[in-house]
């Protein structure tokens, strides 16, 4: 049977249409897809913290994750050589805030040291956490404080950021991040303690990184009523 010509040209038109959807489809995909993988980093470091009783470590890490696949637990003795002692796989929930644990039996006394070390789902990338310095005691119980205290927290009007660590050194900034990683408020600080208003950045929870006069950095998970 043969098409009029009007079937014919119908029919043509059809398909001229359906083959220029698929390549708009598949350009902006494409152009998604690319954009995303410049944009978005594998993981943003909400908190890393440890803790110790007796001769084990429990390492804490609460993070933002896009495209990550695993992490690695490294540990050093001198800061500088380090260890890879074992690995954990990822949640991979990305934008939302994934919590995970790892205990390490170190029966070793002096100063320890720990990282993360995360790297990408395609292998091609990786990154670290904040460096956790701890000196341990091989005593019947270990506690470790931690770097910074905020007080109150959550917090509505202001928030008091309290330094844990050697009268040697104090802290020089402090910054303030959403869970996406964006700084949204900078204070120049002194001193061991030090307040500063939050009242107005939008409830939510937050990460202050306070930064010290030797070049060290510490986070902290902070919520605004």
């Known amino acids: 049977m043969k098409l009029g010509s009007r ?23 494409g152009k998604k897809s690319y954009k995303s993988n410049i ?19 429990l390492l804490t890490w609460v993070v933002t ?20 002692i074992d690995s954990v796989e990822t949640k991979n929930s990305p934008l939302t805030l994934d919590e995970y644990t790892y205990t390490h039996t170190n029966k070793l006394e002096g100063r320890q040291y720990y990282r993360l070390r995360q790297v990408d789902i395609d292998l091609k990338k990786d990154g670290y956490s904040e460096v956790i310095t701890l000196v341990l005691r091989q005593s019947k119980e270990n506690v470790v404080r931690p770097a910074i205290s905020l007080s109150p927290n959550p917090a509505s009007d202001q928030i008091k950021v309290v330094s844990e660590i050697s009268s040697e050194s104090y802290y020089t900034r402090a910054l303030v991040y959403d869970l996406s990683g964006k700084m949204i408020a900078e204070k120049k600080t002194g001193g061991h303690t030090n307040t500063f208003s939050v009242k107005d950045i939008p409830a939510g929870i937050y990460v202050i990184r306070v930064e010290n006069n030797d070049g060290t950095s510490f986070t902290q998970k902070m919520i605004k009523q």
Do not use: R
Not at 23 to 28: M, N, Q, R, S
Not at 41 to 56: H, I, L
Not at 72 to 84: A, E, M, R, V
């Open 65 to 84: 994750e896009y495209n990550n696949k695993v992490f690695y637990i490294q540990h050093s003795l001198n800061g500088s050589d380090w260890k890879t």
């Open 39 to 57: 944009t978005a980093p594998p993981v943003f470091w909400n908190v890393f913290k440890a803790g110790v009783k007796k001769d084990k470590v």
């Open 7 to 29: 079937q014919l040209s119908a029919k043509k038109s059809k398909s001229a249409v359906t083959a220029l959807l698929i390549l708009i489809t598949a350009t902006a995909y």
